[in-house]
């Protein structure tokens, strides 16, 4: 018998990479699978859902589940906490907050996180260091609305840290990008106007609204890595 939905994922993927259910092959049903490792139907939804967000089977409506054809490997991504980054290198992190207030949310953003421009929401901006250097500089929308009470203060706890720990999301985008410092990220990060940074843009949500957008310019030198 096999009972949780990490064995149940491990035996589907054995019998796919042993041709037991080769490439295209509609699988049973999530009942036939249930009763066959006589557990619940939810955990083998459960392990199901996981290969399908890894590419490995395709589900559809009423077609049921089938093996891809082309199996696709997508890279992991980790929101990370910066000062775990930091720590990782060897170096001391610490932050600053910079600016915290409530503002206006601006057409483009408003647009960008599906919320009404004009709607209030508070921006800050925190620069985090690494022995004392400018390590990243984190610019954030951030949607009360949608987080639990009270805040803390982010002057004590960084916003990053504090979101990564409390908030679950539901859905979110993200993009890399070299960039030119704006006037602002050269005065706070300590580079020349229009230095090459390493920028990363996130969009987070939660079912009923937008989380928070992030804009962290990295220092000079700075590189990601994942896994695939």
């Not at 843009?201 to 609204?209: D, G, V």
Request: with cysteine; glycine share 8%.
């Amino acid at each position: 018998m096999i009972s949780g939905w990490e064995e149940i994922r491990a035996e589907v993927l054995r019998r796919i990479r042993t041709r037991e259910w080769p490439a295209g092959e509609v699988i049973p049903t999530e009942e036939a699978l249930a009763l066959e490792f006589g557990c619940a139907r939810a955990t083998v939804n459960r392990a199901l859902r996981e290969l399908a967000q890894a590419g490995v089977v395709e589900r559809r409506r009423k077609a049921g589940t089938r093996v891809a054809l082309l199996p696709v490997r997508r890279a992991t991504l980790e929101i990370p906490v910066i000062r775990q980054e930091v720590q990782a290198r060897g170096q001391i992190h610490g932050f600053q907050l910079l600016r915290q207030e409530v503002l206006p949310l601006p057409v483009p953003m408003a647009s960008r996180l599906g919320l009404p421009a004009g709607m209030e929401l508070i921006y800050l901006e925190t620069l985090h260091l690494a022995d004392g250097a400018p390590f990243v500089f984190e610019a954030r929308w951030l949607n009360p609305a949608v987080l639990p009470q009270p805040l803390p203060d982010f002057g004590r706890v960084s916003v990053n840290e504090w979101l990564v720990t409390h908030v679950t999301y539901a859905s979110g985008d993200i993009a890399f990008s070299a960039a030119g410092a704006s006037p602002r990220e050269a005065e706070v990060m300590g580079v020349a106007e229009g230095a090459a940074l390493f920028v990363t843009e996130r969009s987070t949500f939660a079912p009923e609204a937008a989380i928070t957008f992030v804009r962290l310019a990295h220092a000079p030198g700075y590189r990601v890595q994942t896994v695939v």
